[in-house]
């Protein structure tokens, strides 16, 4: 599994592009920063056979943020997403018969 960092400095209209590089580098679970997405939800981006669900947390303002890309193949192992703090967002995954936080 390869997990990533980056910081995107703003999502609205680029979570495609995104999702793009995240395929091309084969990264399964990416954490991103400055989302500047309101709220918090979850929503699917990219082809299919090239999916991410992407998770986020934001602020009541678009400003700050963060977000979880998760591959569409580990999709069905996660367990859990709870909000750790207003930067922290925690990420629960059954990997094999280990339980893996991110």
Partial sequence: MWVNTWNVDSLPGRAGEVVEALSDRKVDVACIQETQWKGSGC???GAKGKRYK???MGGEERSDGVGIFVAEKWMDSIVSVKRHSKRVPILKMVLAMHVACI
């Fill in 54 to 56: 992407l998770l986020w």
């Fill in 43 to 45: 929503k699917f981006c």
